[in-house]
């Protein structure tokens, strides 16, 4: 009998099997074989005198493109007419990065706009109050 201990490794509920490799091992999974979703690998190992383990590790594949809404929540009760931004756009690959349609133009949020004119009237404020500004001389 061998001192070796094996591992097997399954994707979901897949009957085949990754394969079968002597411990440690070095894997990579590749997901562009994967549907975009959860998934789970299950890794199933059996030591020198038969006994098994099994330990499962659930994961989420998204390998397409990106895809933001702004105009619409998850959930939120909506009537009338909605206008929608969309953008979908791809990540590229390890080796290159695609700057085009990477990055999604969203509006100016309004606590934004309250910020920016509770700062211009204090500023004013404080302009009139300090005697910087004289308006009659």
């Known amino acids: 009998m061998e001192d070796k ?5 399954f994707i979901d509920d897949d009957v ?31 030591d020198h005198r038969g006994k098994e383990g099994i330990k499962t590790i659930p994961f989420i594949v998204r ?12 959930d939120e009760v909506v009537d009338g007419v909605l206008p929608l931004m ?9 080796k290159t990065f695609m700057l085009h349609g990477s990055e999604t133009p969203q509006s100016i949020p309004a606590w934004f706009i ?10 004013a404020y404080y302009l009139i109050t300090s005697g910087a500004i004289t308006l009659f001389k």
């Open 16 to 46: 085949q099997p990754l394969g079968t490799f002597p411990a440690p091992v070095s894997f990579d999974l590749d997901t562009k074989k994967l549907a975009d979703g959860p998934h789970v690998l299950k890794v199933v190992s059996k």
């Open 86 to 94: 969309i953008n979908a756009y791809g990540k590229g690959d390890q």
């Open 63 to 74: 390998n397409g493109p990106a895809i933001a809404i702004e105009g619409i929540k998850k």
């Open 114 to 123: 309250i910020l920016l004119i509770a700062f211009t009237a204090w500023a």
């Open 5 to 9: 201990s094996y591992v097997t490794l």
